[in-house]
């Protein structure tokens, strides 16, 4: 089955700790994404790939960092710079033609303690 | 600036209709998106509107107004599993996504 994959669904760390997000995917897509959701809040987008060893900011990159080493994989790591970590965490991929439908994982939950 | 407004929150009563409604502003305009997310989920694809007037796909439809920065998303024969947040989103000329908050829909017997 083609899809995305996020590891862990739930994640806690304590303050001051690094941690990685994971995202793959096998749906052979060029583009890739993530994005914080708050509660109340649209869905904010923090850094996203076009192609393999290139990435781009969103309106939030702040305290976090990417690598897109291969096509499939996008991992995100939320550092201890970022000053309110706690949020739900979605990866997303899609094409690159004009009608770039994003397909989303099923999201990481992470709680800094 | 770029900005998607949508309500926060619906309720309508199963095998009612509801329409749920999305304006937009943003830089150029490559399309509108509409996407449906249950609780701790991922958001799901609904619909995608570039031209205007109404696509219906099955008990969901949406409808987009370019001139009036304007869609909106139908629901007919509302089940109780259509209870979740519908996500409006806009494409603009980066063709990236610009998202509203999310219509919270609460659906009741």
């Known amino acids: 089955d083609g899809g995305i994959t996020q590891s862990p669904k739930y994640l806690f760390r304590k303050e001051g700790q690094n941690v990685t997000l994971s995202c793959e995917q096998n749906?052979?897509?060029?583009?890739m994404y993530w994005y914080r959701q708050d509660p109340g809040q649209g869905l904010r987008l923090i850094y996203y790939?076009?192609?393999?060893?290139?990435?781009q900011k969103g309106d939030i990159a702040e305290g976090y960092s990417v690598s897109r080493e291969k096509k499939e994989s996008f991992p995100l790591t939320v550092t201890s710079a970022q000053k309110n970590p706690t949020a739900f965490y979605l990866c997303?991929?899609?094409?690159?033609?004009?009608?770039?439908?994003?397909?989303f994982g099923p999201g990481t939950r992470l709680t800094v303690l | 600036g770029q900005n998607i407004d949508q309500p926060t929150e619906m309720t309508a009563t199963e095998g009612a209709i509801v329409q749920i409604n999305c304006t937009y502003q943003t830089s150029g305009f490559n399309g509108l998106f509409w996407y449906q997310q249950h609780a701790g989920e991922a958001p799901t694809f609904l619909s995608y509107n570039v031209l205007d007037g109404l696509e219906e796909k099955g008990r969901f439809s949406s409808f987009l107004s370019r001139s009036k920065g304007y869609s909106y998303l139908l629901l007919k024969e509302l089940q109780m599993k259509d209870s979740a947040s519908y996500l409006c989103a806009g494409l603009d000329s980066n063709y990236q996504l610009i998202w509203g908050a999310g219509t919270k829909l609460i659906i009741k017997p």
């Open positions: 997303a991929s899609s094409g690159l033609a004009d009608y770039n439908e994003q397909f």
């Open positions: 749906l052979n897509h060029d583009a």
């Open positions: 790939s076009q192609i393999v060893n290139d990435f």
